[in-house]
């Protein structure tokens, strides 16, 4: 007679999905600097250049508010602006003053900022295992996810609701031994409402993870010269909750 054949019982754990929003708020100015195609062109040149035996390519005359409005993660649509590069002084002033004239066209149509959700998700994993908050970056990594904005077609960006930036004037190092003049965007008042999703019956309970995002904004900070990076900027809390759907 054969024998009976015996059953495994597999227990699957669900995966319980949910959705919180809360908001994280500065507590100190917020600077951006987005690496746009311009800046992505640049790069790409000179290291061409540079392969290939060229000579170098002459520095285009810096024109501020284009590199400002350059530095902004746009969620409503960027300004179209001149992105050539300028030999003569002339150009530039004419460029320099139509960049500023379709900036303050676009504020006044309501203009929407936003900010790349996975520095955030970065601040927040790194910080809270600096804090000891979590012994495995890995594991932590994977047990929220910050969702984009539905305004950010890339699926990239959270938005941004803050006051209007000014333009900040910066010396940075590049290199080896060279500086450079940065015109960079700063919002002095801001605030980024987020959408978490979450595994409930994951390794970290819901107040887990708004520990793990407050201690980013603790610790490590976002956007240029953040507390990361030797700075003061960038620095936030969580406020809020609001609702879980």
């Known amino acids: 007679m054969a024998a009976a054949k015996k059953t495994e019982v597999v227990s699957v754990k669900p995966i319980d999905m949910r959705t919180v929003c809360i908001k994280i708020v500065g507590d100190s100015p917020l600077i951006v600097h987005e690496w746009n195609e311009k800046a992505r062109k640049e790069i790409l040149d000179h290291e061409t250049s540079e392969s290939s035996g060229k000579a170098k390519k002459k520095h285009s005359i810096k ?13 409503t649509n960027k300004p179209d602006i001149n992105q050539d590069d300028v030999f003569t002084e002339r150009e530039a002033q004419k460029i320099q003053e139509d960049c500023m004239k379709k900036y303050r066209e676009a504020i006044k149509s309501g203009a929407k900022f936003g900010f790349p959700a996975t520095a955030i998700k970065k601040a927040s994993v790194t910080g809270a295992y ?3 908050m979590t012994q495995d970056m890995r ?7 910050i969702q984009a904005s539905p305004l950010d077609h890339t699926g990239f960006l959270s938005e941004l609701v803050a006051s209007e930036p000014v333009m900040r004037e910066d010396m940075v190092h590049v290199g080896i031994n060279q500086t450079d003049i940065r015109h960079r965007a ?5 605030e980024i409402p987020l959408t978490v999703k979450y595994n409930a019956n994951g390794r970290y309970t819901l ?16 956007g240029e010269w ?15 909750a609001d609702a879980v759907k």
């Open 63 to 75: 024109i501020p508010v284009r590199d400002f409005i350059n530095s902004i993660y746009w969620l």
């Open 207 to 222: 107040t887990d993870i708004i520990n793990i995002i407050n201690a980013g904004g603790a610790t490590m900070g976002i």
């Open 130 to 132: 600096g804090l000891g």
């Open 186 to 190: 700063m919002f002095e008042k801001w």
């Open 226 to 240: 953040r507390n990361e990076k030797d700075g003061t900027f960038g620095m936030y809390h969580v406020e809020a």
């Open 139 to 145: 594991k932590s990594k994977i047990a929220f996810f």
